[in-house]
């Protein structure tokens, strides 16, 4: 099972109200973080000698990147191998893309392109999101990807105050009329701390959908894209053409990956960790030749199983029927329709993947 390497881009031009992801507008720390991703390369390669399957170049927005901090990153991860016929996904804002940026990124070896457009109406990209680029430039960053052929993913955000499933599987259907073969489609959920979550525990902001019409939303995606040859493979995430995101695969189906840079996680297959979310402390440690980590845990062999059990209810290939100690459960959820049982194995349907969390509960 070979591992997966993750490296944080933690900056951003501004930030998003709905977003807790660590990134930072000070890009004059790009230097300092490129030279704490050299040394954190260098620390790992003894214990990660690879070869990595799988590269996720994400943030923050790694767009912004020049093509010379670009082939600085690069240059810094250049001890970790990489296995033939390998996946390197770059995350990218649409209002950064151009013919001449995806092809720079194709030069330096990414194949697969996540693009976050999150909506293809003004009414949602603009208003709820308030984000900085227009449908236009959506279509724009399309075309140029569409252009160089290489694969693109979608992200998309439903769940705004006010949003109607017809008006959702129209936002979807404008997705998958494009090139792209994946789309994540994700319910706008603002962290707590953010400009958006504080609004809304305060009473000031539209509220968002109640349960009951973010389930039909989230049925909905399933059906819009279904009927463009996507298939659901996980919770949030659909492809068509059998293409799936094969590093976000590794997260669910517990396969080893590294995270390099500030924030990051890390899971060796007994535990996980993740490093410090500051630049500076995160690049200071590595100065000295440490690392910053902000949380570590070892999991017992119960945890294992149960994080198995968990992780396999948000996939469609679900996860072996031995791994449950709650095997007695099992016919009850089939004949409620949120699971299939067949060949040992737990699938769950389109009504369990939404109620994984609460199936969790019962089977871990
Ligand atoms: S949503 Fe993306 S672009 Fe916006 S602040 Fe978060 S990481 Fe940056």
Not at 121 to 130: H, I, M, Q
Not at 216 to 233: I, K, P, Q, S
């Amino acid at each position: 099972m070979l591992p997966g390497l993750y490296v944080h881009v933690p900056f951003c031009a501004r930030k998003c109200p709905y977003c807790d992801f660590y990134s930072v507008s000070a890009v004059n720390l790009i230097p300092l973080w490129l030279e704490g991703l050299a040394r954190e390369a260098a620390l790992r390669a003894g214990d990660w000698p690879g070869p990595f399957e799988t590269v996720y170049i994400g943030g923050g927005t790694p767009s912004l990147l020049s093509p010379f901090d670009l082939a600085a990153l690069f240059e810094a991860i250049s001890p970790l191998r990489l296995a033939p016929g390998y996946e390197m996904t770059i995350e990218a804002n649409p209002e950064n893309v151009s013919v001449e940026r995806v092809r720079t990124w194709l030069d330096f070896g990414v194949n697969r392109i996540s693009l976050g457009v999150q909506s293809f109406d003004p009414r949602w990209l603009n208003e709820s999101l308030s984000r900085g680029h227009t449908v236009g430039d959506n279509m724009g960053a399309v075309d140029a990807v569409a252009s160089t052929g290489a694969s693109l993913s979608l992200d998309m955000i439903f769940g705004h105050p006010g949003q109607q499933p017809e008006e959702w599987a129209s936002d979807l259907d404008k997705a998958a009329a494009t090139w792209a073969d994946h789309v994540s489609a994700y319910c706008l959920t603002p962290g707590p701390g953010t400009p958006m979550g504080r609004a809304l525990a305060a009473g000031v902001a539209s509220k968002l959908p109640g349960e009951k019409l973010a389930s039909e939303l989230f049925l909905v995606a399933g059906e819009a894209l279904g009927m463009r040859g996507f298939t659901r493979y996980e919770v949030s995430n659909f492809a068509r053409g059998g293409a799936v995101c094969r590093h976000n695969l590794k997260y669910w189906r517990r396969e080893p990956y590294l995270g390099l840079g500030p924030s990051a996680h890390s899971f060796d297959g007994r535990g996980r960790w993740s490093n410090t979310s500051s630049v500076r402390r995160w690049a200071a440690a590595l100065g000295r030749g440490e690392h910053s980590l902000e949380f570590s845990e070892e999991l017992t062999e119960r945890q294992r199983r149960m994080e198995q059990v968990m992780l396999g209810l948000r996939l469609a290939e679900g996860f072996p029927a031995g791994l449950t100690e709650h095997p007695d459960k099992l016919a009850e959820l089939e004949e409620g329709g949120f699971l299939t049982l067949s060949d040992d194995m737990v699938r769950p349907t389109p009504k369990g993947l939404l109620a994984a969390d609460a199936l969790a509960k019962i089977l871990a």
